[in-house]
């Protein structure tokens, strides 16, 4: 089994861009898509991001996934962000019979 | 609209058993692949076990292989989580969810606290 290895934490100003990591242990991150959620406090995840960089209706454009070969990892970027954003974010991959998810990345908007 | 409701969590001794529920409604049940997650208070989100559409085949994490049981009654839109041996490392709140297409999660229950203490 491989992990997803997320900042602990990240912070950034109102309006600002922030991009968040996710990066595979083993395997190539472009083996399997690549899926990101966000938190809210007291709150059940929702779905910001799928297969890499495909975004759900509803969720704005602002957000905004890719992979990274050479890195071996994925992204999620935000941008123009807002007070709203401010949540925990997980990175969410699947291989043969496992789902894993990162450890989860706290977004701090001030 | 989806809905998915989990029932059926609470406080459990540690050796003791639980079985969650998860009614859902609002879509084509039997279309979907079924996925159980959890959370431990203040951690993050952990793969429990996922179940086919038909139920023919199961799929669980290492942490609960042969303590915990997945299933799902499409007559009734239900899925299940039979869970035996719990541990105080299982305490955690309980989540059911969709999965289309490629495995991600598009819609999740509001969760159910399951708290395994003595």
């Known amino acids: 089994n491989f992990m997803l290895t997320q900042p602990h934490s990240v912070s950034e100003s109102p309006g600002k861009t922030v991009t968040i990591s996710c990066t595979r242990s083993?395997?190539?991150?472009?083996?399997?898509?690549v899926h990101w959620y966000q938190q809210r406090p007291g709150s059940s995840p929702t779905i910001v991001v799928y297969d890499d960089d495909q975004r759900p209706s509803g969720v704005p454009d602002r957000f905004s996934g890719s992979i990274d070969s050479s890195s071996n990892s994925a992204s999620l970027t935000i941008s123009g962000l807002k007070t709203e954003d401010e949540a925990d974010y997980y990175c969410h991959s699947y291989d043969s019979g496992n789902h894993v998810f990162g450890g989860g990345t706290q977004l701090t908007v001030l | 609209q989806v809905q998915l409701v989990e029932s059926g969590g609470g406080l459990v001794k540690p050796g003791g058993s639980l079985r969650l529920s998860c009614a859902a409604s609002?879509?084509?049940?039997?279309?979907?692949?079924m996925t159980w997650i959890r959370q431990a208070p203040g951690k993050g989100l952990e793969w429990v076990s996922y179940i086919s559409r038909s139920g023919d085949s199961k799929y669980y994490a290492d942490s609960v292989k042969g303590r915990f049981t997945i299933s799902r009654d499409n007559a009734k839109n239900s899925l299940y989580l039979q869970m035996n041996s719990l541990r105080a490392e299982d305490t955690a709140v309980y989540y059911c969810a969709r999965s289309p297409g490629s495995f991600w999660f598009d819609s999740w229950g509001q969760g159910y606290l399951v708290t395994v203490s003595s």
């Open positions: 609002g879509f084509s049940f039997s279309d979907y692949y």
């Open positions: 083993s395997g190539s991150i472009a083996s399997n898509y």
